[in-house]
């Protein structure tokens, strides 16, 4: 896929919509979602990343790529969007933390648990932390996905995790983000909180999870067990 990753990049950094939709439709008929995030989609944007950190492109260039790379992903979640919501489906919320305004990958994350069968919340990027519990405290979702894409955004995260272990509710914490294959938070996090290094571990947790629920997807939300 390094052709088409190479001609989406020139596309997302030109603004040209079209082309950078035309490319991952094309792709799309082979290859699954997860395939496409990882090697097309993840990539391309690090790229754009890298330009951007070394001056060769502008700020408003980074934001166009980004806003033509977020308006495909939307376009990639569109056959799996229901005019009605099956609260017996397990749920699951996403966002950035606070601050944070990388939200393509937890947008990705939030896509990948849907085409799992899962009642989704993206709330996209930085939700304060009293949003982000008050929210969850209503909705009482089963897994609650996290994101930092930035180092220095680590010192809010005891915060966002200390807050989420004493809902009533209990939910699973997964944390994602770049700085997360970077670092090893073994030590940091809490029990009821799992580390997700890239895609391909989220889909092999989200496999396991669909193997162990103790109800299966047909049951209540509230009343099944994911470890």
Not at 43 to 52: H, I, S, T
Not at 74 to 96: C, G, I, R, W
Not at 118 to 136: E, F, K, M, S, T
Request: proline share 4%.
């Amino acid at each position: 896929m390094l052709i088409e990753r190479e001609t989406f990049v020139k596309a997302i950094l030109a603004g040209d919509q079209g082309k950078a939709l035309h490319t991952i439709k094309s792709l799309r008929k082979k290859h699954s979602r997860l395939e496409l995030y990882m090697n097309v989609i993840t990539p391309a944007m690090y790229e754009v990343g890298r330009l951007w950190e070394e001056n060769e492109i502008s700020v408003a260039d980074e934001h166009l790529a980004t806003g033509v790379c977020d308006f495909v992903l939307s376009q990639t979640e569109y056959d799996l969007v229901h005019t009605q919501h099956n609260d017996a489906l397990p749920k699951a919320m996403f966002f950035s933390v606070q601050d944070e305004w990388h939200q393509l990958g937890i947008k990705m994350v939030s896509i990948l648990f849907k085409e799992k069968g899962w009642n989704v919340r993206y709330l996209n990027a930085n939700l304060p932390l009293d949003h982000a519990i008050n929210n969850a405290k209503v909705w009482k979702p089963e897994v609650v996905g996290m994101s930092l894409a930035l180092a220095h955004r680590l010192t809010d995260l005891p915060d966002y995790l200390e807050a989420f272990a004493k809902l009533p509710s209990k939910p699973k914490i997964l944390i994602g983000g770049r700085i997360m294959s970077s670092y090893d938070f073994t030590e940091a996090v809490t029990p009821n909180t799992k580390v997700i290094k890239d895609l391909y571990q989220l889909d092999d947790w989200l496999e396991m999870t669909k193997r162990n629920r103790r109800d299966g997807f047909d049951a209540q939300s509230n009343t099944s067990s994911i470890h």
